[in-house]
Nanobody
Framework: EVQLVESGGGLVQAGGSLRLSCAAS????????IGWFRQAPGKEREDVSC????????YYGDSVKGRATISIDNAKMTVDLQVNSLKPEDTAVYYC?????????????WGQGTQVTVSS
């Protein structure tokens, strides 16, 4: 079973930046995808980004496109998400998840989430 642990959340002022990290352990797949998601109170879960090792491609959701960057450290097995120009509407619990097939669709393992609060 893959274990995922998010870190880096906190309180940030609007306009600032935040870097979240997803550390994966017990990861033995040749092809995989790591996704970032977020969920604000009373709202549905939203796709933030997905990196797939199949094509070394990262996809970004419309809400963060142009403001977010994914960084991969294969040695440490971490996938970092940096979001710049933060807005109050970025406030949410951010989760990372793993897809052992690498298709950015079959999310079988989830982290516990990390809270991000953006103050105006």
């Amino acid at each position: 079973e893959v274990q995922l642990v998010e870190s880096g959340g906190g309180l940030v002022q609007a306009g600032g930046s935040l870097r979240l990290s997803c550390a994966a352990s017990r990861f033995t797949f040749d092809d995989y995808a790591i996704g970032w998601f977020r969920q604000a109170p009373g709202k549905e879960r939203e796709d933030v980004s997905c990196f797939t090792s199949r094509t070394d491609t990262t996809y970004y959701g419309d809400s963060v496109k142009g403001r977010a960057t994914i960084s991969i450290d294969n040695a440490k097995m971490t996938v970092d998400l940096q979001v710049n120009s933060l807005k109050p509407e970025d406030t949410a619990v951010y989760y990372c998840a793993a897809d052992s097939g690498g298709y950015c669709s079959d999310w079988t393992d989830w982290g516990q989430g990390t809270q991000v609060t953006v103050s105006s």
